[in-house]
Nanobody, 122 residues
Framework: QVELVESGGGSVQPGGSLRLSCEAS????????MGWFRQVPGKKREGVAW?????SIADSVKGRFSISKDHVRKILYLQIFDLRPEDSAMYYC??????????????????WGQGTQVTVSS
């Protein structure tokens, strides 16, 4: 059984920073592929970062987003710097129950959290 709970979202001004957290209840936290996705209403869910023993960041957010894992506390983090209005979205944590992510498409991820909202505006 996998349970994911995201937190850390909020309303911030452009240029600000946030650290999103995903607390995971799962036995395979240290070995499974995990990722962060975001979605705005009416648009496709977009992957932004993944971790399968090494971090991967989508080209669209590279340089501003980073992903990390706390293996002891079983928390997946997404650090976001220099927030922009176009970063406003619901952010989701997800698990693909394989060791390597291989692909980064949302349809390949099996377990999802409920999301945490990020709003960037002045």
């Amino acid at each position: 059984q996998v349970e994911l709970v995201e937190s850390g979202g909020g309303s911030v001004q452009p240029g600000g920073s946030l650290r999103l957290s995903c607390e995971a209840s799962m036995a395979s936290f240290s070995v499974d592929c995990m990722g962060w996705f975001r979605q705005v209403p009416g648009k496709k869910r977009e992957g932004v970062a993944w971790f399968d023993g090494r971090p991967s960041i989508a080209d669209s957010v590279k340089g501003r987003f980073s992903i990390s894992k706390d293996h002891v506390r079983k928390i997946l983090y997404l650090q976001i710097f220099d927030l922009r209005p176009e970063d406003s979205a619901m952010y989701y944590c997800a698990v693909r129950p394989t060791h390597w992510c291989q692909t980064h498409d949302a349809s390949d991820f099996k377990y999802w959290g409920q999301g945490t909202q990020v709003t960037v505006s002045s």
